[in-house]
C-alpha cells in the first residue's frame, strides 16, 4: 500500500516549498497525479495570475522500467517480470525500484528565475554536493579519492576516482582529465510544460543494481551503474544494526534529508550554481 506524508519547507520569506514522501508507489498513479498537479498549477497561474507553491516529491517506487518519450526500445536488452512503461519525460529507459531515491521536482521556473538549463546544473550540483560530503566524511577506506562530478556530454552524476592520492583538494578539482570514471551513480530526466517542470532525479542508494543488466541504461550500451552503499555504509534494517555499525554509517533518510535540504537551499536562492566545467 501506497504511504504518503507530506511537509512544508520556508526557504524564505516569499516562497514556500513543499515537500511529499511517497513510499511503495506505482509509478503510473504517481505519474498521473504528478502531471495533475502541474496542470492545475498551470491553469491557476494562467487564468488567476496565482502562484502556488513548489514541490519535492520524494518517492520510493515499485519497480519498474521507465521509457522517455524519445526513447528507443533497441535499449531494452532483456523482458522481464518488471513493468515497461512509456512517459513523457526526457531521456532513455531507466530502472526505478526500492532503494533508490526518485525526487521529482514540480517548479515554477518562471517563478523562481530559472532557465531549464538552470535546473538541470542545480539537479547535478544538488547531488554532486550531497554526495561529496557523504564520501568525505565516511570512515570507510573505500571513499578515499572518489568523487562525484556531472559531465557536460551526458546528463547525471557519476563517481570518479582520483589517479593524484595526494590531492587534498580534488572534489574542488572540477577538471575530470586526471581522474578515471567508475560509473554513474544518478540520472536525471525532466519534462517542461508552460514553464513548470516536473519529473526529477534518481540517485541510487541501497537498491539492486542488477536491475539495470537488462537495459542499456540511459541508452549507454555497457554504461556501468553505481550505489552509495557499495563506497560507505548505509544502515541495515534496525535489527540487523549495531551501537557501532549506526556509529559509522548513514540511514536511507538521512541521505535523502541532506538531499533535500540542498535543493531548498538551492530553490530559495542560498545556493548559487558553480561554474559548469568546459568539456
Known amino acids: 500500500m501506497q504511504n504518503v506524508t507530506q511537509q512544508t519547507h520556508n526557504t524564505s520569506p516569499h516562497d514556500t516549498l513543499l515537500t511529499k514522501s511517497l513510499s511503495a508507489a506505482d509509478y503510473v498513479s504517481t505519474h498521473d497525479a504528478m502531471l495533475a498537479r502541474t496542470l492545475e498549477r498551470i491553469a491557476l497561474k494562467k ?11 520524494i518517492v520510493d517506487h515499485n519497480d519498474v522500467y521507465t521509457l522517455g518519450q524519445a526513447g528507443k526500445e533497441e535499449h531494452i536488452l532483456q523482458r522481464t517480470d518488471t513493468p515497461i512503461i512509456k512517459t ?37 550540483q544538488a547531488i554532486e554536493d550531497m554526495v561529496n560530503d557523504c564520501l568525505q566524511n565516511s570512515s570507510s577506506s573505500i571513499s ?29 578539482n572540477t577538471s575530470l582529465d586526471d581522474k578515471i ?39 549507454y550500451a555497457g554504461m556501468q551503474m553505481l550505489r552509495l552503499a557499495d563506497f560507505l555504509t548505509i544502515q541495515k534494517e534496525p535489527e540487523a ?39
Not at 258 to 270: E, F, Q, S, T, V
Request: hydrophobic share 40%; net charge negative; glycine share 8%.
Open 88 to 124: 513523457d519525460r526526457g531521456g532513455q529507459v531507466t530502472w526505478h525500484g526500492h532503494g533508490q531515491l526518485v525526487v521529482y521536482w514540480l517548479f515554477d521556473l518562471d517563478s523562481i528565475g530559472w532557465s531549464v538549463r538552470n535546473l538541470v546544473s542545480h539537479a547535478e
Open 47 to 57: 487564468e488567476q495570475g496565482l502562484r502556488t507553491p513548489d514541490e519535492l516529491w
Open 144 to 172: 578515499d579519492n572518489i568523487s562525484a562530478h556531472a559531465r557536460r556530454d551526458a546528463p547525471g552524476v557519476y563517481l570518479y576516482a582520483d589517479t593524484d592520492t595526494d590531492n587534498d583538494a580534488q572534489v574542488q
Open 241 to 279: 544494526q549495531t551501537a557501532q555499525h549506526i556509529h559509522n554509517s548513514l540511514s536511507y533518510e538521512q541521505v535523502t534529508q541532506k538531499l533535500i535540504d540542498n535543493i531548498a537551499k538551492r530553490h530559495a536562492g542560498l545556493i548559487e550554481l558553480r561554474a559548469i566545467a568546459p568539456k
Open 181 to 219: 570514471m567508475l560509473g554513474k551513480i544518478a540520472s536525471l530526466g525532466f519534462k517542461i510544460k508552460h514553464g513548470f517542470s516536473y519529473h526529477g532525479i534518481a540517485l541510487n542508494i541501497n537498491c539492486d543494481l542488477s536491475a539495470f543488466n537488462a537495459i542499456n541504461p540511459c541508452g
